[in-house]
Structure formats: C-alpha cells, structure tokens
C-alpha cells in the first residue's frame, strides 16, 4: 500500500482533492476513526463487514489491520481465518507471525505444486499462558485453534488483560453460526453474553461473512457497527437503503453506526502474492 492508498482508507473520500468532501465521506471519516482511535473512555467496539464473495471484505480487514499496526505498534493485532483454502494473510504488507495450538494438525502448502512450504516457520504453543507469551506486538498474528470455541475462550482472557487489542475473524459464521444445537448452541450464548465486555476490555473486534443471517443473531445484537460492501444485505433497522446498496462498486462500502449515522468510504485492495498458500488439515 503507498503512502496515496493510506491516504485514500484514512481520508474516505470519492471526490478530487480540490473539491469539498461530501456530507456522506466526512460522517465515514468520524464512524470510522471510533473504530481506529485508543480512548480509554470509549474503549474497543464490535464491528461486523459484510458483502458478496468478491466484494473486498479481507482486503478492508487486511487495511484496518495494517492501518492500526501502523499507528498502534505497540498493540496486539489477532487474526483468525479458516483452514482447508488458500490464505488470505499472505496479502498482508507487513510482518505475519504463524502460531498453531500443539494438538492442531496442519501443514502449509504451495498451491502451485502442492509442496510444503518450509519458508513459512510455524511456532506451535500449548495452552493460553504459552500463547500469550508468543504473541508479538507490532505484526499480524495468525491463530489456529483445533476447536472454535478457544476464541470465545481466548476472548474472555484478553478482556482481562491491559490494553488496546485488535481482533479480526474473517469468515466468522464458522465460530458462531446461526443454525446450531448442543455445545455449539450454549458456546454461542456463552460468547454474546462475553461480547457485552469487549468495549470495557480495549478490544476492537472486527468481524467478516458473506451472508449476516449465517451469524447466531444473539452474537448480531451485541454489533456497534455495520460495514456493508457490494452485495450486502442489509440488516432491517439499518438507515441505508438497498439502492445505495446496489450502486456501490467493488471497493467502497457504507458504515452504520447505531442504525442511526451512517456515511460512505473507499478502500484499497490487498492483491494476491506471487506464491499462493493454503492451510490443510493433516
């Protein structure tokens, strides 16, 4: 990303320099810097994007990660992605650090060639106290968990600890999906109920899916922001209406805050790597 695009995700604007911004790109601005700001009489906020496969949801994810990287290196930055595809943290313009729980079986290959990938070191802990050790301020770290429920679990340690922290799950139906039963059912309950703590505990926890309804609606409740990204559908209550929806291109989105402000931003993209990796499990 140069030193323009930055320019472009901070500034949130669609007009020429020397033109005023319009109403709906300074109200993104100030949505948006609730999400980026560190007050501790604020504290951290739950933030949902959603849009159509393709629409630019890792790569917005990608840019609010390196953005507070950026302005934040002294903050944890987490990031969680399903495994069995190609991954999307290989995008990231910055350092990316693997950390894999000890009883987790995977590897790491080309998918050119399907070869492992010994370049990319993968450091495997046992239990939260190894883990917490091993996580590195100032860089994206990468977490894969054998089951989902350690991040509800792993969330409601670091509300504990001091400090700004920054989560980003993409694809998050997997952890807390909608239609569930048994333990899934009591996790998810257990996990909205933790979610009314992120804001005292520092933790900006911003989420991504395709679909909205695939999301446990108890887990929705607790959101403080929507992001909605080209074929979106958007929630009921929300200000935004489905023709400014349907207009947006393939690298902007409108932000609601609270069904009540809402504005419109761009952002860049994070293009694939010449080496692509997928996560498999063993």
Known sequence: MNYQEEETLLALTLEPPKKA????????????????????SQGGCFVEATGAQGSGKTSLLLGFAQKIIREHPEELVLWRESANC???WNKFDGEVRILVEKRYKIKIRRQEDRSIAHEIEIRYFEGFVQLFTMLKPGCLNVI????????????????????????????????????SSGVIWKTNATFSNVIKQVRKGGITLVCATQSNSDVDFRVRKKLNMWIYLYGAKLDSQSPITP??????????AWIDSGHVFYGQFTFPPFKPKPVVYIIEEC
């Open 144 to 179: 894969y968990f054998r089951e989902a429920s350690s991040w509800v679990k792993l969330l409601t340690e670091l509300i504990m600890k001091p400090g700004f922290k920054s989560i980003f799950w993409d694809e998050y139906e997997d952890l807390l999906p909608e239609h």
């Open 243 to 252: 023709a400014a929806i349907h207009s947006l291109r393939i690298g902007s």
């Open 86 to 88: 190609p991954v999307q």
């Open 21 to 40: 911004p319009s109403r709906k790109a300074v109200q993104a601005g100030i949505l948006l810097d609730r999400i980026f700001q560190r007050d501790p």
